[in-house]
């Protein structure tokens, strides 16, 4: 996770964005978005740049609009990559130094009682979707049942034994140009799950795109909204199908 890719077009991070709020929940602060009277949640888990990256917010809300609890948690206890107080020429901790810090599997751990506090209010249905760096633990979660269906965009650092051993329906949301997770990759990874027919898949790789294009787009790009949307819309439409 140390190539170009992953830290391309860092987010201009605020805590002010979206019409939901921010609430500790499960040990992590988190941006909440949509009704709490909803037995339906999904948990969405960003990428290194963290839960305060305005496009993430604003996809949390559009996920909240379809009648989803939405939860997005700070894994990085306030020090996400490239945020206050480092900036993006810091030598000093680049991203390999980073994620020391900020390994995936603590990501998994910590993910784990966000999901048992959603369960306690009464959420009966979970969802979760990883971006880059938040693949892995959403792929963890599939592996062991904590959630009911799961969305992997443009995956960093997910094996193919990850995906043949997830457990809940999984869809995965590839770019064309990815170094992580490149089309040849996608394609064992949608091989392996055809041949779980017990557990429903859905692989798209998306053309024209690069890592990252689901939330690191410019709101001006009109072309790149659109293709981030085309993605928006297939994962909304998974937890629609399968959160319930």
Request: charged letters at 25%; a negative charge; one cysteine or more.
């Amino acid at each position: 996770m140390s190539g170009p890719q992953c830290c391309a077009n860092p987010p201009a991070l605020s805590s002010s964005c979206g019409v939901g709020h921010e609430e500790e929940i499960g040990g992590l602060k988190c941006y909440v978005t949509g009704s709490p009277e909803s037995k339906l949640a999904v948990v969405l888990i960003s990428d290194i740049f963290g839960y305060q990256a305005p496009n993430l917010r604003k996809l949390a809300d559009k996920v909240a609009a379809s009648g989803f609890y939405v939860v997005v948690p700070d894994f990085f206890y306030g020090d996400p990559f490239y945020g206050d107080p480092y900036a993006p020429e810091n030598a000093d901790r680049p991203l390999p130094v980073w994620i020391k810090d900020h390994g995936q599997d603590k990501g998994f751990e910590d993910a784990k009682p966000v999901i048992q506090a959603l369960k306690s209010k009464g959420i009966s249905s979970i969802g979760a979707a990883g971006f880059c760096w938040g693949a892995k633990p959403v792929v963890e979660l599939a592996k062991y049942g904590y959630i009911q269906a799961a969305v992997l965009l443009h995956p960093s650092l997910v094996s193919l034994e990850d995906v043949q051993a997830a457990k809940v329906p999984i869809a995965i949301l590839g770019a064309e140009v990815d170094g992580f997770s490149p089309p040849e990759l996608l394609k064992k990874f949608d091989e392996a799950l055809n041949a779980k027919p017990e557990v429903d898949s859905f692989v798209k790789i998306f053309p024209g795109v690069e890592h990252g294009w689901t939330v690191r787009y410019k709101d001006e790009d009109e072309a790149a909204v659109k293709r981030a949307d085309e993605a928006h819309t297939d994962m909304l439409n998974w937890f629609l199908k399968y959160v319930h």
